[in-house]
């Protein structure tokens, strides 16, 4: 039998005493009241209570290799990214490269791939592939439920993909941003439990009184945290924390943990921060996932003090997987498949004839999935390159990846590139590749640096080119996470180097061409209105 010895914080009874934690074959035997211990805390672990591991771009197995040094056990993970692009074969491969680890992955079945009819994907998962997944005990949920104009008009498909996941017992993840009133009551008594795409406080609190649960998001690109954790003081049963997406620079610089920091620095009781981040999504999941009671699991972690909050220790099933800030995960020989057949482009195939004095621009909103769409005198472009540095009106591109066809094109503000272009195929949902640049040489080479390594974020520009290659599904490296970090850190650098000043400049470039997102988005098939669902002409009167 192991033990570990500290000041046990029990966050379902609320009270923190010494005591001493003894396990054996990866289960919580005895919680023993000691008169002293170390001066160290032990708790639960934490979990991501909604994550896109592939936005990481890292494999299952190696993003639990760095978010275990960050007290992460476990996490509620949407293979929707991967779905989009192989089909249930790509969602099991995430659940099988998940088992190489001691990890605690809990799955999602992908309830929206296409996202839209408004885009090309690489594949379809139907209502009997929705059964087939919900069906494995590997699938813990049916994953956000995108397509909310279906929910609200009773879409026959979108209603029989939630009847498989009620008849299983599993709970339906939503994806709503902006709904209220009447609207967000509707949606959530079709059965839709949860929403992570809350922008403001009154939105979720609207939803929060219809009966859902509001995740708490910080991510990469989308961050939620400041306009939400106002609401964890009242509401914090039904309060979860969630990165949704996070690339692997920042998850090496931490995850959850740093949600339950700022939360604390902001005067938020102990307990109700916990309770977000440790017990919520374990038992709204059902989720195989300890929470430090006899009888469970071995699932916890050890801290220094209840300020810095750093981590001493990981365990998951008894097993020390991290150590004060280094994983004892070691890494695992991971498989490539991939679905990617299209050729390169050539500069002439990024021009466009402009026709009207009006041009439609989108506008780019650092540190979020939102967009504004804005109207330009269409003049301003008429240049040789056809953008206006001065004016930061660049060109954006999405190219079909799955099989050939001509590049869409329209113009995007606030991306800041003063010089050449950045391009990723990484683009959510369909990831299909998705350029910005100042001229068409630039978006020409960037693009096509990504066809000939079918897949990865390239940037180019002042004589100089930069790829990141990701072979799996195009949108992940097969290789060590910490060595996939370093390589994003420096070609997120050289992007910034170009001008730009978003904080994450291709994050925010793969949510350009997410268009269940309002409001100006872009699609292989052309430039999108949000909001309306319907595609706009870039240029009018």
Known sequence: MTQVSGQYIDILNQEIYPATIHFENGIVNKIEKVVSAPDQYILPGFVDAHVHVESSMLVPSEFARLAVVHGTVGTISDPHEIGNVLGVEGVEYMIDNGKQVNFKFHFGAPSCVPATTFETAGAEIDVDDVEYLLKKPEINYLAEMMNWPGVLFNDETVFAKIAKAKAQGKPVDGHAPGLKGEQAKTYVAAGIS???????????????????????????????????????????????????????????????????KRALAKGNDLYKVLQAACINPVKHYSMNVGLLQEGDPADFIVIDNLEEFNILQTRINGELVAEKGETKIHSSENKIVNNFDCNPKTTEQFKVAIAGQKMKVMEALDGQLITNLLSFDAALIDNSNQTNIDQDILKITVVNRYLEAA??????????LQSGAIASSVGHDSHNIIAVGVDDESIAKAV????????????????????????????????????????????????????????????????????????????????????EFKFLEVFGE
């Open 407 to 416: 590049p869409a094109v329209g113009f995007i503000q606030n991306i800041g």
């Open 194 to 260: 949860t929403d992570h795409e809350c922008f403001t406080s009154e939105e979720a609190l609207d939803k929060l009184k219809c009966g859902m649960k509001i995740l708490i998001r910080e991510g990469s690109a989308a961050k939620n945290f400041e306009a939400l954790i106002l609401l964890l003081d009242e509401y914090f049963e039904n309060i979860m924390f969630c990165s949704d997406d996070k690339h692997p620079d920042n998850l090496v610089d931490g995850h959850i943990n740093l949600l339950v």
């Open 448 to 531: 096509n640096l990504i066809i000939e390594a079918k897949g990865g974020v390239s940037a180019v520009g002042n004589d100089k080119e930069m790829l990141l290659e990701l072979p799996v599904a195009g949108i992940m490296s097969e290789k060590d996470g910490y060595e996939v970090a370093e390589e994003y850190s420096t070609i997120d650098a050289f992007a910034k180097s170009l001008g730009s000043p978003l904080n994450s400049p291709f994050m925010t470039l793969s949510f350009m061409a997410l268009l269940v997102i309002p409001k100006a988005k872009m699609s292989d098939l052309g430039f999108f209105d949000g909001e």
